[in-house]
Structures are given as structure tokens and as C-alpha cells.
């Protein structure tokens, strides 16, 4: 009875989901997020997965290839003289198989793990974003990855050494004006024929937009919606979307023109097809695999998102975090530090926890990938890279929004001394690619997470489509027992204020532990009840499926904030960033939850959960500002803290670069702090005039024998140092400014 019962419920989600969400579905794997769907977080094996690290031959091309193609980039010469990489820097990523990081060594790259690949594109993204995004696209859907998975011998033996070495730049095209988001809804065309020498064709018609690296590829990476109406390679007209790869040059082609991305002027741009005939042979993966380009995107998509934005986002916030902590101290109003002022720490706290978290959040996705190719078994981190790609580069935009504050009119007039104006311009760009945001938390986190990471879902959907009571019965009873243990677990701790709640760890983190363990509880048990009454429906109340997932977002992310404490030897000087970082995951999650609930769209389900998950109210807080003020002090400061959550960033020693003389100003500017202190006491109290000229106080202080010759030295090339660092870049009166000219092809 309970089993034909289970199996007509089953039977209703299984005839809702279409045949492109059934691919998205089941073409991912799931890690520690399953552990916090089944109520009950792995921490055990969290833990104990080993801290990520580089091989010998990773960690030599970040110290040494990557380090000098940093120097060789200029990145406001890019920006506003060339609006392109320079012909060095195009060189050198070639020469150095920048394009070939993930392509084996048997094919002639340089065969690193996501780890590596991801270290190298973060480092980068510390000298230039149009760089990172340069170098990351041939290493994620490049097609190169798209290739070594599932291209024929033919293409892997002649697509891949040129695609390593440079001969061949890559681009890979989905995106059209009527497919964006919906890739699905593809009208760009090609149809089989069979030509006058009796072998098969297809002919293409297209046009793409947004294509990174189009303008200059000389191998482009086609989807389409293939046609067979002649029926010369199976039984279906429409045969599905499709992947081919086209050379530059095949008449019919239209390339060459530029987008022009705002803030980072990387090569992306449209191109079009008109009756581009092609062999058949030319689909990746060769005729058999026509119609399978949905399941095979889907498969390779999570790779890059879990990889490339992240490591861009965790860069440039890395960067960030050094430059700004350090001229909110260099830089001086109302005779205070900037970072001295609870406004600024207050953006400098969010600068630094953010970081910390972003980095904390995108290793073991990357571990995952590592560990599973080790093994010699695929893993496609669906939900996790889902998580990363919305948060990382949300968490990002915030990051920038926050630098841009504390630097002011410093971050708005353009030019070389200006540290983050081009980044602030830029961070549209993650927000956009790979999934827009809105999109990626609205349906993608807990719509497949409900599958995915569930621990029945998908085994009851597979149960319907076999049609087996007996399974769908076994499954439901499961499910229930899983409710009603999650059911009594929050309620108690609901109750008891999560006091009871375990923690495998004793210390400052231990209270994290314990929230992360009652809010799993919770949203176990809420996303349950709302899976059962709401059902198929869910898939419409987009901003239930986006609470959802942003509970289940910040409790992973919150669980990889500790594991990163502890994997870098739970160090009482970090304690601040990890206690924010976590503070924000918690209190978000807990949010999220509290959120869902009180706009639940089934009102007998909101009656029943309001009471049970939050029977006195919310029990976390946002982080305090004791902790904002530590956080800032951590960013502001020398130490070995600050060194640690920036570390892997490009620094130039060069005199004229901008990081170079703002390091120095720093730790000028911490010499001289209680110098400068001194003789504002001094002042004060009458022994020293007051001045708005700070050399004439050097030069009376120590007429007067209140420094030493020395110690007015310091203060006299602190003001120098201090002086250049918050100068901004002026131009001739008859400067004009760069231009593209816009061009409309008439195609």
C-alpha cells in the first residue's frame, strides 16, 4: 500500500522534470553538501581530507613562470592604451602554455591539477583581470576541456598539442541574442546533407554574442540545434543541441569584432555563420555523439565555475584586502587614520572576512576534482560549484563596493595610482558569466541540490521511472524516518538555544560547530517539509528555491570557514577573521531560514515550521563590532595575519610601481606612528606650535630636542611616502581620452 502510494507521488515530480533539467540532474556529484541536506554535517571526514597543496612543478611555475608574467604586465596600459594584453604578455602565455594548464602532458600540456590551475589564475587575477580571464577560458570550456572528454582520437591527437602550445586559440560559443541564461532555447541551426561526394555535411547558420576570445580564436567551439531531416543519422529530424568546432577562416565566417567589456578590455566579441558547411566529423565527439551537447555541457560547466571565478574573485579580493588595509592607515583625516574611524573598519571588517571566507569556500571543491581524477573516476562538483559561482563573486562585488568607500575620490579618477577603479568597473563581468547570478541562486544551488545532494530524491525519482513500488516504498519510509528525526532535533534545539548542540572541536570555533549543527537540522527538515507540499511547484517559487539555497550556501561555506582555521593550524591571530567569516555564515543561513518561513507559500506548512524551527526566535547575531575593529586591525597592520590571508599575491618591487611605493609607505607609516603621536602630545600640550605645514613642525621639533635627527629623517620620508600615495592621476587640458570606433557589421 505505502509502496503504490510513494510510487503515484514519485511518478508526479518524475513527469514534471524535462528532458535538458533530467541531464542537468543527473550529470553531477555531490561532496560534504549531501552530509548538511541529510541534517547531519560530515565533520569527521571534512576534517580529515588533507590540506590542498601544490606539486613540485605547480609550485615552480607559480614562483617562477607566473611571477614573471605578472611583471611583465601593465595592467592601466591595457586598460587604457591598448584595450589588449601586449603583444609580450600574448607571446609569453603561449610560449609558456598558460593555454594548455589542464590538457595532459601526453598531449603536450602541462597536466596540473584544479588546485594548481586555480592558484595560478588567483595570482594573476592579483596583476590583471584581463589577464586572468585571458588565460582562464582555454582552461575551462575552451574547448579543450570539452575535448578530453569526450573528443575522438583524431581531435585529442591533432586539437590538443596546438592548443597547448599556443598555434591554436581557442573560444567556445553558446551564448545568442535569443539564448542566454536559457541555453536551451538555441536558434542558431545546422542541418545534415549528404554532399556530392557521398559523404556527410552539415550546413550552419548562426550568430553569438559575448564570446570571450572570439576575436582573436583561430578554433571556435559551436552549440547549435542540429537537423536531420533527411534522417542520414538516425531517426529523429530534430536531433538536439549539438557541439562542433569550426576553424577561423571557413568560408561563411564572420569574426574579428569587439565587445567592449566595461573595466576589462579582454578580447570577447560576436561572430556569425551563414550556410558554413562543415564535415560531420567535426562534431566533438564525432556523429555519435550529435544531439548530446546539453548533457555534455552540463558535465563540464561545473569544472570551470567551481575553478576559474572563484580563483579570479578570491585574487582580486586578496588584493584588495592588502592595498586598501593599507592606505586606510597611510591615508590621514581629521588627524586620525582612516582605519582608526569605526565607519571605515566597519568596510574593512567586511573586506577581510569576506576574503577569508571566499578562500576558505573554493579548496575542496578543487580537492574534490583532484582526488576523484586521482582515482581515476570523474567528479562534477554540481551544487558546490553552483555555491561558488554565485557567492564567491557576490562576495567579490561587496569587496570592491567596500574598497571603492575607503578609497573615495582615490577610486574614482582614473589612472595608474588608482588601485581599484578598473576592478569596480570589471565585477560585473563574474556576475554575469558562467550562469547569471540571479539565475544560479534563484534556481540552480537548491534546485539541483534537492537532487543532487538530497539522500532520496534522486534514488525516489529513479524508483518512479523504473516503476518499483517496492523501491519507492523502502525510499519513502526512509524519507519519513529523516523528517521526523530532523523534526525533533531542531525543536530541541530550537527550545534550548543550541546549547546541546555537539562540536568536534573545543575553542573559539566551537559555538560555530554548534550553530552549523542546529541550522543543518533545520533546513533539513524545512526544505523537506517544503519539497512535500509544494512538490513540483517549487520549481516556479524562484525566490523559495534561492532561500533555501542561500541557507545551504552559507552553511557549506560557514563549514569550509572552520575547516580553513584548522587546516592552517587554528592560529589565535587569525581567530578574528575566521570568528567573522563564520558569524556572517550563520547569522545569513539562520536569515535565510527565517525568511522562507514567514513568506512560505503553503500556509499550513509556514503554521508548522515557524513554531518548530524558531520557537524563540532567531538565536545568531551579524559579527559584533569588537570583531569589525579586530578584523580592521588585522588588514591595517604589519603581521604575520595579514601575510597569510593575502598570501599568493603578485608584488612588485619595482620604484615606480603602485603596490611597491604603497608597501613602503605602510611600513613607513608604522615607524613613524608613535613619532607622529609624540609630537601631536607635544602640541598638545604647548611645547610644540601647531602647523599645517609638516616640515616646519619636523624642523622646530627638532630644534627643540624632541627628535633626533634620525627620527626626523622618518617623519620627513613618511610625509613623502604619504604625500604620493594619496595623489591621484591629472592630464594635459587637451586630453581626450582613448576610442574604439563602433562598428555595426551588416551581416
Request: one cysteine or more; proline letters at 5%.
Amino acid at each position: 500500500m505505502l509502496g503504490k502510494f510513494a510510487l503515484a507521488q514519485f511518478k508526479k515530480v518524475n513527469d514534471s522534470i524535462s528532458p535538458t533539467q533530467r541531464a542537468a540532474l543527473e550529470s553531477g556529484t555531490v561532496g560534504f553538501e549531501r552530509s548538511i541536506f541529510s541534517g547531519s554535517p560530515d565533520w569527521t571526514g571534512l576534517l580529515n581530507t588533507p590540506a590542498p597543496a601544490l606539486s613540485f612543478e605547480e609550485q615552480s611555475f607559480l614562483d617562477n613562470e607566473t611571477e614573471e608574467l605578472c611583471h611583465l604586465i601593465d595592467d592601466w596600459k591595457i586598460r587604457d592604451e591598448l584595450k589588449d594584453l601586449s603583444p609580450e604578455v600574448w607571446a609569453y602565455l603561449k610560449e609558456k602554455k598558460f593555454f594548455g594548464m589542464i590538457i595532459p602532458k601526453e598531449f603536450g600540456g602541462l597536466g596540473f591539477s584544479a588546485y594548481g590551475h586555480a592558484t595560478i589564475v588567483a595570482k594573476i587575477a592579483t596583476r590583471s583581470g584581463t589577464v586572468a580571464a585571458t588565460a582562464m577560458v582555454p582552461n575551462s570550456l575552451g574547448p579543450g576541456e570539452l575535448l578530453m572528454q569526450y573528443g575522438t582520437d583524431a581531435q585529442k591527437n591533432h586539437y590538443l598539442p596546438r592548443l597547448a602550445d599556443g598555434r591554436e586559440v581557442p573560444c567556445f560559443s553558446l551564448t545568442s541574442p535569443q539564448a542566454g541564461s536559457d541555453a536551451t532555447n538555441l536558434k542558431d541551426e545546422g542541418v545534415v546533407f549528404k554532399g556530392e561526394d557521398n559523404k556527410l555535411y552539415l550546413r550552419l547558420n548562426w550568430e553569438k554574442r559575448y564570446i570571450t576570445l572570439a576575436p582573436v580564436a583561430t578554433l571556435f567551439g559551436l552549440a547549435f540545434r542540429l537537423r536531420d531531416p533527411e534522417h542520414l543519422l538516425g531517426d529523429k529530424e530534430d536531433v538536439g543541441i549539438t557541439l562542433a568546432l569550426i576553424p577561423k577562416g571557413t568560408e561563411g565566417m564572420t569574426t574579428g569584432f569587439r565587445h567592449r567589456p566595461m573595466g576589462s578590455p579582454f578580447q570577447n566579441g560576436p561572430h556569425w555563420g551563414k550556410d558554413v558547411v562543415i564535415p560531420v566529423d567535426s562534431i566533438i565527439g564525432g556523429p555519435k555523439y550529435a544531439g548530446m551537447g546539453w548533457n555534455m555541457l552540463v558535465d563540464c560547466l561545473s569544472i570551470g565555475r567551481s575553478i576559474s571565478l572563484p580563483a579570479s574573485s578570491s585574487g582580486m579580493a586578496r588584493y584588495l584586502s592588502r592595498a586598501t588595509g593599507a592606505y586606510s592607515f597611510i591615508r590621514q583625516q581629521f588627524g586620525t587614520q582612516l582605519s582608526g574611524m569605526e565607519g571605515v573598519q566597519e568596510s574593512l571588517a567586511r573586506i577581510g572576512g569576506l576574503t577569508y571566507m571566499i578562500d576558505a569556500a573554493r579548496a575542496l571543491p578543487l580537492q574534490d576534482l583532484d582526488m576523484a581524477h586521482a582515482a581515476g573516476q570523474q567528479a562534477r562538483p554540481a551544487v558546490s560549484s553552483a555555491i561558488l559561482k554565485y557567492h564567491a563573486t557576490n562576495s567579490g562585488r561587496q569587496v570592491i563596493i567596500d574598497a571603492m568607500d575607503i578609497h573615495g575620490g582615490k577610486g574614482v579618477v582614473e589612472g595608474p595610482n588608482n588601485p581599484v577603479g578598473g576592478l569596480y568597473q570589471g565585477v560585473p563581468v563574474g556576475i554575469t558569466v558562467e550562469g547569471a547570478n540571479i539565475m544560479t541562486r534563484s534556481l540552480m544551488i537548491f534546485g539541483q541540490g534537492a537532487f543532487l545532494a538530497h539522500p532520496y530524491t534522486l534514488d525516489e525519482i529513479r524508483a518512479a521511472k523504473n516503476n518499483d513500488a517496492k523501491a519507492a516504498g523502502e525510499l519513502l519510509r526512509k524519507h519519513l524516518c529523516n523528517i521526523f528525526n530532523n523534526a525533533g532535533r531542531t525543536f530541541f534545539h530550537g527550545l534550548t538555544f543550541g546549547l546541546f548542540a555537539t562540536s568536534p572541536q573545543s575553542g573559539p570555533d566551537a559555538t560555530f560547530y554548534k550553530h552549523i549543527n542546529r541550522l543543518s537540522n533545520a533546513f533539513a527538515f524545512t526544505a523537506n517539509i517544503t519539497m512535500l507540499t509544494l512538490q513540483a511547484g517549487l520549481m516556479r517559487k524562484e525566490r523559495t528555491s534561492a532561500l533555501l539555497g542561500d541557507a545551504l550556501s552559507n552553511l557549506y561555506i560557514g563549514a569550509q570557514v572552520l575547516r580553513r582555521w584548522t587546516l592552517d593550524g587554528r592560529k589565535a591571530e587569525d581567530a578574528p577573521l575566521m570568528q567573522w567569516a563564520a558569524s556572517h555564515c550563520v547569522y545569513n543561513a539562520e536569515n535565510a531560514l527565517h525568511e522562507m518561513i514567514e513568506n512560505h507559500p503553503n500556509k499550513i506548512a509556514r503554521f508548522l515550521l515557524k513554531p518548530m524551527v524558531f520557537p524563540f526566535g532567531r538565536l545568531t547575531s551579524k559579527p559584533s563590532h569588537e570583531l569589525d575593529a579586530k578584523v580592521a586591525a588585522i588588514l591595517s597592520k604589519p603581521g604575520e595575519a595579514r601575510d597569510r590571508l593575502t598570501a599568493g599575491m603578485y608584488m612588485p618591487t619595482a620604484g615606480h610601481e603602485y603596490m611597491a611605493r604603497l608597501e613602503n609607505a605602510f611600513k613607513l607609516a608604522h615607524e613613524a606612528q608613535p613619532h607622529e603621536q609624540a609630537l601631536a602630545k607635544a602640541v598638545k600640550k604647548g611645547k610644540l606650535s601647531q602647523s599645517e605645514n609638516h616640515e616646519e613642525m619636523i624642523k622646530e621639533a627638532e630644534e627643540k630636542g624632541l627628535v633626533t635627527v634620525e627620527i626626523a629623517a622618518l617623519l620627513r620620508k613618511t610625509q613623502a611616502a604619504r604625500e604620493d600615495i594619496v595623489q591621484v592621476d591629472y592630464y594635459n587640458p587637451d586630453f581626450q581620452g582613448g576610442a574604439m570606433q563602433r562598428v555595426k557589421p551588416s551581416i
